[in-house]
């Protein structure tokens, strides 16, 4: 059989199955049309060894003597006997490429197994790999992994991948990749706040626009893990998997698990290069985010469990005067739902809060002209709750007696229990519910939060967190198939449901509780390098943060804020003269570039000084290019900390078009703002920001422009236009 071979924007796949199975010959830079004969690449047998060349598989199997993590792994269970066709030998049955997807059948008769899988190589170089594993023998399979891996290339040699807890979520960490297996593990039952949503391996140094890198993201928001295995020859494989509990999933005859799918990019210009490929792919989906993103004020941080009618209807005129476009009234709305101690699952309007309902509230946010928003928790339920007094078998625990009968209950989490979504009636009561509101309130956009751990969670006494995630998904699925127009939001406890799972199903998430403009610019970068920023909610908050007590000015927030989806979780009624002026000046901003910051490139330099950031939005090049006078770029120029030296030197903006000019200005603070701009720029500023800069984009990006010495914790916003 031919190999087989996708190819594009630069990135080439080839899968061969000279050797009997399937494995990727290569996965990185393209290879142009012709492929020699891959026989060339058998590795040579090393000394106390197999007699056989090693294929590293697309399913890696013992069998072969992988000696690395395996692909599968499971057991037949024959007359209530376990452990049987624990070996498989998967060999090619089909491998055919239609476009740029190729299928590949692999079947072990013996066993009675067979592992099919897809792989899609998306036109902006994203891949995508799904691995299916079917029973076909006559007895129950247990699966207890099935991983989706890809080989990197010797050079690859650090890792990067993030981690992260409530309020700083997903920060990098770095080390050389080793021989042996680096995991990480996430087994919160939901995708989790340390959760890697990018695994990347890369070769020595390797930074946002140099070097090569190999970056894989799992799609999935249940309990995973995602590995780096090098094995003793030297050859490493990258991937992940659904880590299964215990006899999570037994596939009776004909039955078929389905691994949760693996995304991955090659890039040989650093992480910039992953993060366009991911863009790519998001932007190019039919049901992508389309419009402006309107301008949020979120209730959360402005009044918390304090839900007052004539509040919200005076915080929702402020907010509109400001320029707000879609209002959210967050938690605390429902029946007994007075703190967090209460009320989960029940899904009503509290009467005695609001005795006509939420209509007196909608119609006043429409009236403003606002959409109107509304946090929920479907997933989650209170012991203080109608629905679990009327329905306490529907608490999930691990005991195969429910809390009903006396069984144990998971510790409590911010005081609450998961609904079990696994049995038909709970699923079908929160569905009704939830649609119910959606039916009888013009709601346009759902905060959907998930706020604990799924811990010792069963069904009937066994594991389940496998069908929980896909009830959950099924719940997402029929809400917004029944309520089309409806946005969600993915939140859990701030930014611990972020992945492509969720992301298929959801519209925006919310990245972190915390609204710290200084931990904001590293969560929203790293959770930026694979979500691009119009589905990333980025809030300004209070001038002192709620989560960290840091004070900082409003500029700040507001530059931090507005490369995502912006708006803000704060009592805009008590943001008063300049203050509101500026607020209002940068909500103005917003309107006047979100298409380009929710369309562009994303760039980040490769800044020499540790104390700065420099991020951007580059327009992308359609045809005939961007017009002479439009904006083609903007750059925020972040100062996190005091630098080493006196200044920090000339600051290159990359990614620009090299033989066009441009004009380099300060968008914020602008001349206007001198005295202002003053608590911004330490000392003089520079001498070309007073009327700014004119060179093309090569100089910009080789050379660079020497930046005003900024105070640590404030940002400076510069606008590129095109000549
Ligand atoms: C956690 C979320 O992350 C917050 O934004 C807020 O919605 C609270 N839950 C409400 O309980």
Redesign the pocket.
């Known amino acids: 059989m031919q190999p087989l071979h996708l190819r594009s924007a630069g990135t080439s796949l080839v899968v061969s199955t000279h050797r009997g199975e399937a494995e990727i010959s290569h996965w990185g830079a393209d290879l142009g049309e012709t492929l020699p004969d891959l026989a060339i690449l058998n590795e040579p047998i090393p000394p106390s060894s197999a007699d056989a060349n090693v294929p590293a598989g697309l399913i890696p199997q013992a069998s072969s003597s992988w000696q690395g993590r395996p692909g599968l792994r499971g057991h037949r269970v024959t007359d209530g006997m376990p452990g049987f066709d624990f070996s498989v030998r998967l060999r090619v049955v089909s491998a055919t490429a239609d476009g740029n997807t190729a299928v590949v059948v692999q079947s072990d008769p013996d066993a009675g197994i067979t592992v099919t899988s897809h792989l899609t190589l998306h036109p902006g170089g994203l891949l995508e790999l799904r691995n299916a594993v079917t029973n076909d023998g006559t007895s129950p399979f247990q699966v207890d992994e099935l991983a989706t891996v890809l080989p990197v290339a010797p050079d690859a040699v650090e890792l990067l991948d993030l981690t992260g807890r409530w309020c700083r979520e997903r920060h990098p960490q770095r080390h050389s990749i080793q021989q042996g297996t680096w995991v990480r593990t996430g087994r919160h039952g939901r995708t989790g706040h340390d959760s890697s949503l990018l695994f990347a391996a890369g070769t020595a140094g390797f930074g946002n626009r140099h070097g090569k890198v190999w970056a894989t993201h799992l799609a999935w928001s249940g309990n995973h893990e995602q590995f780096a295995d090098r094995v003793g020859d030297g050859r490493t494989m990258i991937g992940g998997s659904e880590l299964l509990g215990p006899a999570e999933v037994l596939l009776q005859p004909g039955e078929t698990y389905t691994a949760p799918a693996l995304f991955a990019a090659y890039s040989d210009r650093g992480l910039d290069g992953i993060t366009e490929a991911f863009y790519s792919w998001f932007r190019a989906r039919p049901h992508h985010v389309a419009g402006p993103r309107p301008v949020v004020l979120?209730t959360?941080e402005a009044v918390y469990f304090d839900h007052n009618l004539e509040t919200l209807i005076e915080l929702a005129g402020s907010a509109a005067d400001l320029g707000v476009e879609r209002f959210v009234l967050?938690?605390?709305w429902f029946r007994g739902r007075r703190n967090?101690h209460a009320g989960l699952g029940d899904w009503y309007v509290d009467e005695s809060v609001w005795p006509g309902g939420l209509t007196p509230l909608i119609e006043a946010v429409i009236a403003h002209g606002m959409e109107f928003g509304l946090?929920v928790?479907p997933e989650m339920i209170s012991i203080n709750s109608d629905i679990a007094r009327a329905h306490p078998e529907w608490i999930v625990g691990p005991s195969a007696s429910s809390y009903k009968d006396g069984g144990r209950l998971p510790v409590e989490w911010r005081h609450q229990h998961v609904i079990d979504l696994v049995n038909p009636d709970a699923w079908q009561y929160v569905f009704d519910r939830i649609d119910a509101l959606l039916r009888d309130n013009k709601i346009s956009y759902l905060?959907w939060?998930q706020?604990r751990d799924l811990l010792e969670h069963g069904h009937s006494g066994r594991a389940s967190v496998h069908q929980q995630t896909l009830a959950a998904y099924r719940l997402f699925d029929a809400l917004r198939e029944a309520h089309p127009s409806v946005e969600i939001e993915s939140?859990?406890?701030?930014g611990a449901r972020v992945d492509l799972g969720i992301l298929e199903r959801t519209d925006r998430v919310?990245a972190s509780?915390c609204n710290d403009a200084l931990e904001r610019q590293t969560i929203q970068r790293w959770t930026g390098m694979v979500v691009p920023p119009e589905l990333v909610g980025g809030h300004i908050g209070p001038s002192t943060s709620h989560t960290t007590a840091r004070t900082h000015d409003l500029s700040f927030r507001a530059i931090t804020a507005f490369f995502g989806h912006f708006g803000m979780?704060w009592d805009v009624r008590s943001v008063t003269g300049a203050e509101r002026e500026e607020l209002k000046r940068f909500i103005t901003l917003y309107k006047e570039h979100r298409a380009l910051i929710h369309s562009g490139l994303a760039v980040r330099a490769d800044a020499p000084d540790e104390s700065l950031m420099v991020h951007g939005v580059v327009a992308p090049e359609h045809d005939g290019g961007i017009p002479a006078g439009a904006t083609a770029a903007l750059f925020a120029v972040v100062k996190t900390r005091t630098s080493f030296a006196e200044q920090v030197g000339r600051v290159s903006l990359p990614g620009l078009d090299p033989s066009r000019t441009y004009r380099v200005e300060l968008l914020f603070p602008t001349p206007v703002d001198a005295d202002y701009g003053h608590t911004i720029i330490e000392a003089q500023p520079v001498s070309w920001l007073a009327s700014g800069a004119e060179a093309n984009g090569r100089f910009l990006g080789e050379v660079g422009l020497p930046m005003p010495v900024l105070h640590p914790e404030h940002a400076i916003l510069l606008r590129l236009t095109a000549f």
């Open positions: 979120n959360w967050d938690d605390g967090d946090w928790e905060k939060d706020n939140c859990s406890s701030g919310w509780d979780e």
